[in-house]
């Protein structure tokens, strides 16, 4: 179903710290969204060059992922609307009309299920999502640029794809369309690569082993896609966890490739694969269980002088957690304690929980290594690291568009609502920063919540020129 969306709102935008999972029968139909506001004095971020575009209403009992995507002077945004349902909008950069398509496909409570897009060499959107350990769910474009052409392909290769979680597009080096998801549960599941072929219109696996083997009795969180480095390769991070339970996390890992299929460790030694647990050279650090990682902290950057760098959390001697930058000199993983905090994260258990620790690895801003830093008892903000030491010094002023003080602040009176941010996945910015800002209940562990539910909240697209 199509449908045209009318919108013509000026606003504001934001981005303070950007971070980077079973169909189900559709909800009760929600009411209709009410009229957008006028311009006008109402709208006091106008003056400011800044504009916010409405979409539609969108599902706000549950906190799961959205994706904003510009390509080619057109703007793509995957969601769940007011009914669960998931959707797309289409609007031509510089227009304020969204073109809705809907989906046959409908989220309940799981955070997992978030939905990603790509685009391949021919303009085609490929769309995957709400997904965790389900059969695959996966959406492809008859006609370039187009998402109401989307139709449902039931299956890649058609093997080993009843049981698949956190769908991720990304290109090889010669620019082709890669698909990477994991076959199996947490605990016990392997992580697979698809590679799709244009003129065949059809899927292959680019290995024809799973690049990562839990065999049977763990599984690996590797931090997807691939880093592209300044070196050439493509550099994949992963966690070792054995259970459900988050605390299980231990043993982050490392392994680098030029063309995705042969794969080595950092000192050069090609692997056999798949990699598994007792694979030697892979293991960073040899953190045990209930040791204060977890997955999703293992975040590939780089110093300098290119060398790589793996930053994480743990806990320290003392039992507090502190941020960590693994550096390989060569020869061997150089370990570097970042922080001197005084706080302990206590996490486990199953489900999706709160991460009250993040960060977004090391990088560079104006010639300075940096990272930036969410946490709840220090001050947030972008940090400079010295380049040898690779401590943490002082903050530094953002490099990133503000957020408006407007924006900042929840509109729900719902108890417990949060704001939601997502950045645009491409760098295809026409001279504008794009995000997506809407509103949600925070993690529940994936579980349902008892009623009453907050009122779906309003997805907005907010621009500010660069």
Not at 123 to 141: C, E, K, M, T
Not at 384 to 397: H, I, K, S
Not at 443 to 456: A, F, I, L, S, V
Request: glycine share 8%.
């Amino acid at each position: 179903m199509n449908v045209s969306f009318r919108l013509c709102i000026p606003a504001v935008m934001a981005g303070l710290l950007t971070m980077h999972l079973t169909s189900c029968a559709p909800a009760p139909l929600a009411e209709a969204p009410t009229e957008p506001p006028t311009l006008g004095e109402e709208n006091p971020d106008l003056h400011a060059g800044i504009e916010y575009l409405e979409i539609e209403p969108v599902w706000s009992a549950a906190r799961v992922p959205f994706d904003l995507l510009t390509h080619k002077g057109w703007q793509f945004v995957a969601y769940y609307d007011a009914n669960r349902q998931m959707s797309v909008a289409q609007r031509r950069l510089g227009e304020r009309e969204w073109k809705i398509t809907k989906l046959d496909s409908w989220v309940e409570w799981d955070s997992h299920n978030y939905i990603t897009m790509a685009f391949d060499a021919d303009d085609v959107l490929h769309l995957s999502g709400n997904l965790h350990v389900n059969p695959l769910i996966y959406f492809r474009a008859e006609k370039p640029l187009d998402a109401s052409t989307l139709q449902p392909i039931h299956r890649m290769t058609g093997e080993l794809e009843q049981r698949a979680t956190y769908p991720t597009f990304f290109n090889s080096p010669e620019g082709e369309l890669i698909f990477t998801y994991r076959d199996g549960s947490s605990g016990s599941g392997n992580n697979l690569f698809n590679m799709y072929d244009r003129k065949t219109r059809s899927w292959r696996r680019l290995l024809e082993q799973p690049l990562i083997d839990g065999e049977g009795e763990r599984n690996a969180y590797p931090l997807l896609p691939p880093v592209a480095g300044p070196d050439g390769y493509f550099h994949l991070s992963w966690v070792w966890r054995d259970t459900i339970h988050a605390e299980t996390s231990h043993s982050p890992g490392y392994a680098r490739s030029r063309n995705l299929v042969d794969w080595m460790t950092a000192c050069g030694q090609p692997l056999e694969l798949p990699i598994r647990f007792g694979t030697p050279g892979v293991i960073i650090d040899p953190i045990p269980v209930e040791a204060g990682i977890l997955n999703g902290s293992n975040i590939v950057g780089f110093d300098l002088d290119g060398l790589v760098v793996l930053a994480y959390h743990k806990f320290d001697d003392e039992g507090n957690t502190q941020l960590y930058f693994a550096r390989h000199d060569g020869s061997d993983w150089q370990i570097h304690q970042a922080t001197d905090w005084n706080y302990r994260w206590e996490f486990g258990g199953g489900g999706s929980l709160t991460r009250e620790i993040r960060h977004s690895g090391l990088h560079m801003e104006d010639g300075q290594l940096v990272v930036s830093i969410q946490h709840p008892k220090y001050p947030n903000g972008t940090y400079r690291v010295d380049p040898v030491t690779l401590r943490l010094m002082e903050r530094v002023p953002s490099s990133g568009p503000s957020i408006p003080p407007r924006w900042r602040k929840v509109e729900s009176d719902f108890p417990e609502m949060q704001i939601v941010w997502r950045s645009d996945s491409t760098s295809d910015s026409a001279g504008a920063h794009y995000r997506l800002r809407w509103e949600a209940m925070p993690h529940h562990r994936d579980q349902p919540r008892p009623k009453p539910w907050p009122d779906p909240a309003m997805l907005r697209l907010l621009v500010i020129p660069e």
